[in-house]
């Protein structure tokens, strides 16, 4: 990646209870940058370019009596013992080291990153077909007289010019160069799915011992633009290369695609069918950002969630509310 140089210092500095974790590295910034989940499991944060090595020794089935291990423990023993994750913490990028056993020695040796200068020529990409681009140059001219940095690329311009399988393949593609090129924090993809693509991912699960498939739409591709792998690479979603992007299996046969879904940039659409419905959602929001800012009334909200998948007695909606209210 061009932002960083790697340095290498190593010292050993602890070894943390609970896991037997020795950490060797060259400054204190993984202390305040650990996050431990309701499962116990510990992820660590480390900024993008820093070079990881763990080493796993996994003392789990030698001290645990297999006949009794709960389902979790079982779940935990099928899967790798580390995972590298490339996303976002706080608007900055960041790798994600998440350890996945209580029951192991863990040693961690990272060599951290020198940043340079970070390119910062644009903060927003709005990508839209050449026919709604006069509402959306409309919002972006608004954006900049009030310090957003915004840039325009129509689809056809990108379907020109960037490498790619198939449209969606290119417009990911256009978005990493704008990251790594321009600095672009967030995309805003103007154009509902009949005239922008979505990606679809494809899973599988076996029901009374027949594999069936089924297709999910998804944004997240857009936004989860990296994984790690030694180093950090573009992710494209078809770990093998089969033309099916975002293959999982569930009781039927087939090799998952490889996806960290931390996303690595910031991605929303407005789903507009025609230049009307862009003009008239330009104009809303250019009235609403006008007329919100620094009123009384903008930092309250009311959120409204229900029982988003019926029947398995958790009220998801009511969960994601309390959620997002803290
Ligand atoms: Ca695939
Ligand atoms: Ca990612």
Redesign the pocket.
Known sequence: MKWIIPVIVFIMLSTAAGTNLIIKNSDNSFKNNEIIDSNGQRTFIFPIGTKINVTVEDKRIEEENISWLSEKQEYFINEPSYHI???LKNGKHVLFLTIYSNKSKVSIDYKSPLKTASINAYDLLIITPEKFSRAFERLAKFKEEHGIKTIVATLESIYKSTQGRDDAEKIKYYIKDSVENYGIKYVLLGGSIYKLPIRYVTYYEEYRWKCYSFKMPTDLYY?????YDNGIKF?SWDTNNNGIYGEVYYGCNGINDT??????VYVGRLACNNLVEANVVVNKIIKYEENAYNKNWFNRIILVGGDTFPGNGIIEGEFMNDYIAI
Request: proline share 7%; net charge negative; glycine share 14%.
């Open positions: 994750g490339v996303g936004a989860d633009l990296y994984r992710s996806i960290d879904l931390y996303p690595d």
